[in-house]
């Protein structure tokens, strides 16, 4: 079962940008497609974006359209979410998630341990 | 946008049955997901595809779907089962990722 390990607990000051790294191990990378899910405190999961890797082409949430860039990194297996203008309000756990595929649907089947972004003046 | 509806709390007693409902339009025609999430874990998939269930959980969890509503059914509950339980489908529309707003089971 691949084990998706993020990167760690990151403060940023209001207007700042934020890079988040996910690097599956024990399972490919490829083939799959790698989301972002964040969970603002005490709240519900929000489904940010996704990419396929080896296509290089990210889809986002409306919501979430021209502030975060999803990227994968072939060569070295890592999937990146960088979020830029934060505000307080950007205060979560920022999750990755494979997503499998069944036809033209996909679930999260695993997960990484998730990354508290604080932004605070 | 795409909103899936869940009741916020679900209580139910121990060794009896938990049912927590997820309403969305058209969701018949949907494949329903569900994770269950622990306070400061990540969430771990219980049922996928309607019914589904991966290796290693409980045959207690089942999925079912009727209409416009999706079921998640935990039976013979214990405190082990108490965390926050969200829905999810694939929006095909706009290929889109959507989470329930999602039900805290309370083990009385």
């Known amino acids: 079962q691949v084990q998706l390990v993020q990167s760690g607990t990151d403060v940023k000051k209001p207007g700042a940008s934020v890079k988040v790294s996910c690097k599956p191990y024990g399972g490919t990378f490829s083939s799959y497609t790698i989301n972002w899910v964040r969970q603002a405190p005490g709240q519900g999961l929000e489904w940010m974006g996704g990419?396929?890797?080896?296509?290089?082409?990210?889809n986002y949430a409306q919501k979430f359209q021209g502030r975060v860039t999803i990227t994968a990194d072939e060569s070295t297996s890592i999937a990146y979410m960088e979020m830029n203008s934060l505000r307080s309000d950007d205060t979560a756990v920022y999750f990755c998630?494979?997503?499998?595929?069944?036809?033209?649907?996909?679930?999260?089947?695993?997960w990484g341990q998730g990354t508290l972004v604080t932004v605070s003046s | 946008s795409y909103v899936l509806t869940q009741p916020p709390s679900v209580s139910v007693a121990p060794g009896k049955t938990a049912t927590i409902t997820c309403g969305g339009d058209?969701?018949?025609?949907?494949?329903v997901h569900w994770y269950q999430q622990k306070p400061g874990q990540a969430p771990v998939v219980v049922i996928y595809?309607?019914?589904d269930r991966p290796s290693g959980i409980p045959e207690r969890f089942s999925g079912s779907k009727s209409g416009n509503t999706a079921t998640l059914t935990i039976s013979r509950v214990g405190a082990g089962d108490e965390a926050d339980y969200f829905c999810q489908v694939w929006d095909t529309t706009r290929d889109h990722g959507v989470f329930g707003t999602g039900t805290t089971v309370t083990v009385l």
């Open positions: 058209n969701v018949g025609s949907k494949s």
């Open positions: 990419i396929i890797p080896i296509f290089g082409k990210a």
């Open positions: 595809y309607d019914s």
């Open positions: 998630a494979r997503g499998h595929a069944y036809g033209d649907q996909y679930y999260f089947d695993s």
